[in-house]
T-cell receptor
Framework: EAGVVQSPRYKIIEKKQPVAFWCNPI?????LYWYRQNLGQGPELLIR????????DSQLPKDRFSAERLKGVDSTLKIQPAELGDSAVYLC?????????????FGQGTRLTVV | KNQVEQSPQSLIILEGKNCTLQ??????????LRWYKQDTGRGPVSLTI???SENTKSNGRYTATLDADTKQSSLHITASQLSDSASYIC???????????WGAGTKLIIKP
């Protein structure tokens, strides 16, 4: 079974530029998560999808961040315009369904550097 | 406030030695507690999941304990190997809204 695939692995952009990250979850996984992880900290949830519906986006900075999950499969996360403080690793994860024993599987992440 | 605190922040031990990582939480309502291992440059990988009624669970050389009364958990690593060098993150799953509360992790370095 293929894991969660993210691209690109690394991205360096100048501040005020737009950037987009792509995630392909594990086949059959209904739930998809986007996390942001700063150095030395645990992941912080940005948005959670159940199929194509965003069910938890309370931590997503909506003034500059947007996300979509087309047809309930692949997802993209966009930042426009990027700020220096957005430098972090952006992790995508997926799971079969929500429940007590739900295990989320993570991709390798996209390391974003804003200069 | 729902929080997960881990200690120590970082730890260096010699290969072959044992170590114990600590996790304290103030999360309610509690559903389960998970330990993840995160290698540098990779996403977290689940090691163990424990519910309220489970007080110990093993996964190879990793043994997690949970005391739901004191809201404490520990992860014990036996006979450490160089490949154990990673960050270990404690995560508490809330019962009400499927929200995961993440700790900051303990960075473990195994030296030969």
């Amino acid at each position: 079974e293929a894991g969660v695939v993210q691209s690109p692995r690394y991205k360096i952009i100048e501040k005020k530029q737009p950037v987009a990250f792509w995630c392909n979850p594990i086949s059959g996984h209904n739930t998809l998560y986007w996390y942001r992880q700063n150095l030395g900290q645990g992941p912080e949830l940005l948005i959670r999808y159940e199929n194509e519906e965003a069910v938890d986006d309370s931590q997503l900075p909506k003034d500059r961040f947007s996300a979509e999950r087309l047809k309930g499969v692949d997802s993209t996360l966009k930042i426009q315009p990027a700020e220096l403080g957005d430098s972090a690793v952006y992790l995508c994860a997926s799971s079969r369904r929500q429940g007590v024993y739900t295990e989320a599987f993570f991709g390798q992440g996209t390391r974003l550097t804003v200069v | 406030k729902n929080q997960v605190e881990q200690s120590p922040q970082s730890l260096i031990i010699l290969e072959g030695k044992n170590c114990t990582l600590q996790c304290n939480y103030t999360v309610s309502p509690f559903s389960n507690l998970r330990w993840y291992k995160q290698d540098t440059g990779r996403g977290p990988v689940s090691l163990t999941i424990m519910t309220f009624s489970e007080n110990t669970k093993s996964n190879g050389r990793y043994t997690a304990t949970l005391d739901a009364d004191t809201k404490q958990s520990s992860l014990h690593i036996t006979a450490s190997q160089l490949s154990d060098s990673a960050s270990y993150i404690c995560v508490v799953h809330m019962d009400s809204n499927y929200q995961l509360i993440w700790g900051a992790g303990t960075k473990l370095i195994i030296k030969p």
